[in-house]
T-cell receptor
Framework: GESVGLHLPTLSVQEGDNSIINCAYS??????FIWYKQESGKGPQFIIDIRSNMDKRQGQRVTVLLNKTVKHLSLQIAATQPGDSAVYFC????????????FGSGTKLNVKP | EPEVTQTPSHQVTQMGQEVILRCVPI?????FYWYRQILGQKVEFLVSFYNNEISEKSEIFDDQFSVERPDGSNFTLKIRSTKLEDSAMYFCASVSTDTQYFGPGTRLTVL
């Protein structure tokens, strides 16, 4: 089956710095990816998504980059704020079953004031 | 902004008891999901539901689990005889095109 994994379990950054969170996926046929933010005790919150026909997509203070050659995507958060502290994980939509998503285990982002 | 809601927020039950977790998906969404997240672990797919029937289920979703859409708004997950290892956060999600929107979750504690 597909697997979605994250390179680092914990990332600590200084407030105001940029953060980069990485995710690897295993299925080259996957064509849709989502980044979620999960604060303690809450449900995953949609941040940004990207389809495989794009390399980059920007939102408000966030950018997702997709490198299909190495099956890697990243989430960049500009000017990280204390409110960005959370677990971030990527989700991959199964290319074989449009009903199924696979989730990575997450990276905990700690923002130091 | 419409959102997925779930009740209760926390459910404590004795092993062997039945529990029903409730979700109200976003009203114009057609696909619904249940996920489980054991403390400190990744979100795991349980089941997807479309057009009043299960469209996909994982190996976790055994005979102890069932889902229903008893009316036009609610979507429920039933665990018939809870086990200690069922203790987890259970999230409902609904889909618009591709994007999944999650509810706040129900924390199930089995004693």
């Amino acid at each position: 089956g597909e697997s979605v994994g994250l390179h680092l379990p914990t990332l600590s950054v200084q407030e105001g710095d940029n953060s980069i969170i990485n995710c690897a996926y295993s299925n080259s046929a996957s064509d849709y990816f989502i980044w979620y933010k999960q604060e303690s005790g809450k449900g995953p919150q949609f941040i940004i998504d990207i389809r495989s026909n794009m390399d980059k997509r920007q939102g408000q203070r966030v950018t997702v980059l997709l490198n299909k050659t190495v099956k890697h995507l990243s989430l960049q958060i500009a000017a990280t704020q204390p409110g960005d502290s959370a677990v971030y994980f990527c989700a991959e939509k199964s290319p074989y079953n449009f009903n199924k998503f696979y989730f990575g285990s997450g990276t905990k982002l700690n923002v130091k004031p | 902004e419409p959102e997925v809601t779930q009740t209760p927020s926390h459910q404590v039950t004795q092993m062997g008891q039945e529990v029903i977790l409730r979700c109200v998906p976003i009203s114009n969404h057609l696909y619904f999901y249940w996920y489980r997240q054991i403390l400190g672990q990744k979100v795991e797919f349980l089941v997807s539901f479309y057009n009043n029937e299960i469209s996909e289920k994982s190996e976790i979703f055994d005979d102890q689990f069932s889902v229903e859409r008893p009316d036009g708004s609610n979507f429920t997950l039933k665990i018939r005889s809870t086990k200690l290892e069922d203790s987890a956060m259970y999230f409902c999600a609904s889909v618009s095109t591709d994007t999944q929107y999650f509810g706040p979750g129900t924390r199930l504690t089995v004693l």
